[in-house]
């Protein structure tokens, strides 16, 4: 039985959720939250599999209607509305940063140099793949409802006002990706020697 798997896929879903709290509403329509902090952390410390599946139950929670997702508003018309694609940007960066650091392991070692620079660099790919399912489909819904957008006004309105929170969430993913991994590994890997 793999129930702390479960447990910490369920912890990191609710902290995406609690994440929609913390928006700051911009002109494009697109707000600043931490619940790509939540979800690219979600991947770093739990792996692509359990990382990714907590976005995708953050998702599927929300789609249902319960207020997950930014300015604590939830159903399945805000995944298909302009927003929708960053979520999949969400699990795509989440994906991403488990599947190339892989399961966490408690001899990885917070202070190793090596390991600070690989996490560092993966997590910044790990936000900028937010943005690549993101633009697009923005642009996509703006269009079908008669207020097309140029790729240049997308990045304006969707990109480029997102770069210091970003950067700033970024370099806070670093210290905890690196110090959660192993803390979580230990409770991982004892489960797996129970069964």
């Known amino acids: 039985m793999n129930s702390k798997k479960y447990v ?3 912890l ?4 995406i959720s609690i994440g929609c709290v913390i928006a700051v509403p911009l002109p494009g ?4 939250t931490v619940q790509n902090l939540f979800a690219i952390l ?4 739990l792996g692509s599999f359990y990382g990714g599946a907590s976005v995708l139950v953050w998702m599927i929670i929300g789609a249902v209607g319960i207020p997950v997702f930014a300015n604590a508003h939830g159903g399945l018309a805000i995944i298909l ?3 929708g694609g960053y ?4 699990a795509l960066g ?3 940063l488990g599947l190339v650091l892989g399961r966490p392991k408690i001899t ?3 202070k190793d140099i090596k390991f600070i620079l690989k996490i560092a660099i993966l997590a910044l790919i790990a936000y900028v793949l937010v943005y690549l399912p993101g633009i697009p489909y923005f642009m996509h819904v703006m269009a079908g409802k008669g207020k097309p957008q140029t790729f240049e006004n997308a990045l304006k309105l969707t990109f480029i006002p997102f770069i210091p929170g970003d950067l700033i969430k970024w370099l806070i993913t670093i210290p905890l990706t690196a110090t959660l991994r192993p803390i979580a590994a230990r409770y991982l890997e004892a489960e797996e020697q129970e069964n």
């Open 87 to 90: 979520m999949w940007g969400y």
């Open 29 to 32: 329509g697109v707000p600043i």
């Open 81 to 83: 509305g302009p927003t």
């Open 94 to 96: 989440s994906l991403f």
């Open 42 to 45: 979600a991947g770093g410390i």
């Open 12 to 15: 990191f879903a609710a902290l």
């Open 8 to 10: 910490f896929t369920a």
């Open 108 to 110: 990885e070692n917070k």
